[in-house]
């Protein structure tokens, strides 16, 4: 017996069958009859204050499950609004689908009240977008969109909803994996990798002498972090996590160098520099890795395991280039080397390489200058001090900018989906959102966002999101009253010249934000402060916490690789300048 539902309710049933239990969100006309059978639904429902906070939420969910996050949003501006986050999940590789809203077809092309182009506008900031032009084609729609976000490179997909398509009636169908397989003939991702390519990493890795593991944030997509641990430890190979695989392989392991890159520490930049072999699982070569890079790396022969063939190539020539999911990659390759071990073949002994790394670690740890009594708080003492008193499993979010690169420098991240930043789009006010979708999905455990008083202050408002919908995050705001890596740069390569990026001391006050947002509000202005407040946020766990640091405008993230200039020329904290030829 057939069935006969509205376009609404199928798409709200659709999402149910592909068990989505919460959807970010913000109503309005053209979507609004979708949000009538959600009354009906046990999916909950996030009513947002920004509809790039619904965005940001979804990235924050999927972030630290793996599966994608959902917004739904109207038409027109609302749409526009998604913009951002939908290129931030695209750079970042994040499963998400959004549903907008859209004018009945018979309007489209006619300007009318909130249409706009969404197809258009969200083609080359998602995997797939689809118009939607018939209540009947929303079950397949939803299917594929769910299965091209979270298959191969995983991404978002936007699907634009027509408001007479979810008022008219359809005919119910849920279509079957192979309906959907064969709706999209031409999708077929690669994960299993070539053997022979695999055969020839194993002995390029066998040979070499001195070679790192360059871990970027496919190894999380792909659920490898145990697969990478036993590839690791295999080949007892230093191993360096960018700032998308932060979490993908233990800070304390001792095999792990940490983060690279323009603002990496001096021997995660310097062993990459100086390797023989860079085994790249899941990382594109990005630009704040490589610097310029025709000097990256110049004696290094490369093994490139990546979902997404067009990033073979895209950058840096792979010797073996190797297209497939990481995990099942790692897992190839891990028991190739074991194969090739039990034949005869030896591991050249790369212990020299090994004592090599161990020195630059011993000689250039990060290094800040403590504050002396009466002297402004120092940022990264402070975050120091809350990975110190984090409960266990706690998940850090950031935002944009100097207190980001602070948090990826001097917090340890011990376990994967601990670590929620955005990496590839760089979007400032990413955190608040991002941190109230972490901890949506894990409500077990507590999810302190760390931002800057400028990256505050564009989605602070989902502070009270957070706080009529019940879900208490915590939030470290480094207030230095600047735009902090944007008066680095000018202090240091535009002669001190400050244009524009001076905030008010005095506005806002943050303490009474927090509060009006229902929030409890802490100022912390001197280090013997630092510890109290941060115990005293933790114990709270009925609300959201604010605490605002008062921190010092003069200090600088060190290292760091000038913009267009190569990893060798990477800027040391003024301390260590003296010992700069060590690296060499």
Not at 44 to 50: D, E, S, T
Not at 201 to 217: E, F, H, N, T
Not at 277 to 303: M, Q
Not at 460 to 472: D, F, G, H, N, Y
Request: proline fraction near 7%; glycine fraction near 8%; charge should be negative.
């Amino acid at each position: 017996m057939t069935e006969q539902i509205t376009g609404a309710q199928a798409l709200i049933r659709a999402l149910e069958l592909e068990n989505v239990d919460t959807i970010f969100g913000l109503p309005g006309g053209c979507i609004l009859p979708a949000y009538d059978p959600l009354l009906d639904s046990h999916i909950r429902h996030i009513l947002v204050r920004h509809e790039q906070g619904a965005g940001h939420m979804a990235e924050g969910y999927a972030h630290v499950t793996g599966r994608p996050g959902v917004a739904l949003v109207t038409s027109g501006p609302a749409a526009t609004n998604m913009v951002t986050p939908l290129c931030d999940a695209y750079m970042d590789s994040i499963p998400m689908i959004c549903i907008t809203g859209q004018v009945p077809t018979s309007a489209i092309g006619t300007d009318a009240f909130q249409e706009c182009d969404t197809v258009g506008i969200t083609r080359s900031v998602t995997k797939h977008n689809e118009l939607i032009m018939s209540a009947d084609e929303i079950p397949l729609i939803v299917r594929q969109a769910f299965h091209i976000a979270t298959t191969g490179r995983p991404g978002p997909v936007l699907i634009d909803v027509p408001k007479d398509c979810l008022q008219n009636m359809m005919t119910w169908h849920w279509p079957t994996d192979e309906e959907v397989l064969e709706s999209l003939p031409g999708y077929k991702p690669n994960t299993k990798g070539h053997s022979r390519m695999i055969k020839e990493a194993a002995r390029l890795i066998l040979d070499s002498k001195q070679p790192v593991l360059y871990v970027g944030g496919g190894v999380l997509k792909a659920r490898a972090a145990d697969a990478l641990r036993e590839l690791a430890e295999l080949i007892n190979t230093p191993v360096v996590t960018t700032l998308m695989a932060r979490g993908a392989f233990p800070d304390s392991h001792p095999l792990c160098l940490g983060m690279p890159g323009m603002h990496g520490n001096a021997t995660a930049i310097t062993a990459m520099q100086k390797s023989d072999l860079l085994i790249n699982l899941g990382a594109r070569f990005d630009d704040r890795i490589t610097g310029k890079v025709s000097t990256f790396a110049p004696d290094a022969k490369i093994i490139h395991v990546d979902i997404d063939p067009a990033e073979q190539g895209k950058v840096r020539r792979p010797d073996v280039p190797i297209v497939g999911d990481c995990r099942l990659v790692i897992e190839e390759l891990v028991k190739t080397i074991k194969e090739m071990l039990a034949n005869g073949d030896a591991q050249t002994d790369i212990s020299a390489w090994k004592s090599r790394v161990s020195g630059w670690q011993e000689q250039f740890p990060l290094f800040y200058s403590p504050s002396e009594p009466g002297e402004a708080l120092k940022p990264q003492f402070c975050l120091e001090k809350l990975h110190e008193l984090a409960p266990a499993g706690t998940i850090l979010c950031s935002g944009v900018g100097q207190h980001q690169m602070f948090s990826s420098q001097f917090w340890k991240f011990e376990e994967p989906y601990t670590w929620v930043n955005s990496g590839g789009l760089g979007t400032m006010g990413f955190s608040i959102p991002a941190a109230i979708g972490a901890k949506v999905a894990r409500p077990d455990r507590t999810v302190w966002a760390v931002d800057g008083d400028g990256c505050f202050q564009m989605t602070a408002q989902e502070l009270v999101t957070a706080s009529v919908e019940r879900i208490p995050i915590k939030v470290a705001i480094m207030n230095n009253s600047y735009l902090g890596m944007v008066r680095q740069w000018q202090e240091m390569f535009y002669d001190e010249r400050y244009s524009e990026v001076y905030l008010s001391p005095e506005l806002p006050d943050f303490v009474k934000w927090a509060e009006a947002m229902g929030c409890v509000g802490i100022r912390v202005e001197s280090p013997e402060e630092v510890e109290p407040a941060i115990a005293l946020a933790n114990s709270i766990n009925d609300r959201s916490v604010v605490v605002e640091f008062r921190v010092d405008a003069g200090e600088k993230v060190f290292p760091m690789v000038p913009a267009g200039f190569g990893n060798d020329d990477v800027l040391l904290h003024p301390n260590q300048n003296d010992r700069r030829e060590f690296l060499r």
